[in-house]
């Protein structure tokens, strides 16, 4: 028998992945959900249609909550984007698993070698 101990397969790396996917493609979600909570908790009011004034400890944030808002609109690209992303990831991961788990069950190593031991 092997006496090698079986590697795991890298699950890690594939939920880093699929978060970063998830980020990308939330991301101006976010950006209007900021919007929306410091316009409400400062009685401001925010629309895209032009920038209105937020006074908020003696500066107007005016500006940049108009900006976070439009960001909104960049859910057109990112979401079909982060499909797009999340459906290859799927792909990717199904094949290397498949692959991954044949080479496992014949017993072969996997196809990077370990780094030589140094003295």
């Known amino acids: 028998m092997n006496s090698k101990p079986h590697k795991r397969f890298p699950w890690i790396w594939y939920l880093l992945a699929l978060l970063v996917i998830g980020a990308f493609a939330f991301a101006p979600i976010g950006s209007v959900m900021l919007?929306?909570?410091?316009?409400?908790?400062?009685?401001?009011?925010?629309?895209?249609?032009?920038?209105?004034?937020?006074?908020?400890?003696?500066?107007?944030y005016g500006e940049l909550l108009y900006s976070l808002g439009v960001m909104g609109w960049f859910m057109l690209v990112t979401i079909p984007g982060g499909l797009v992303a999340f459906v290859s990831w799927l792909i990717f991961l199904i094949l290397h698993r498949v692959a991954w788990r044949k080479r496992m069950s014949v017993g072969i190593s996997p196809p990077i070698p370990p780094p030589p031991a140094t003295a």
């Open 35 to 60: 919007c929306g909570a410091i316009a409400n908790a400062y009685g401001c009011k925010v629309d895209e249609g032009s920038v209105h004034p937020c006074i908020i400890n003696g500066h107007d």
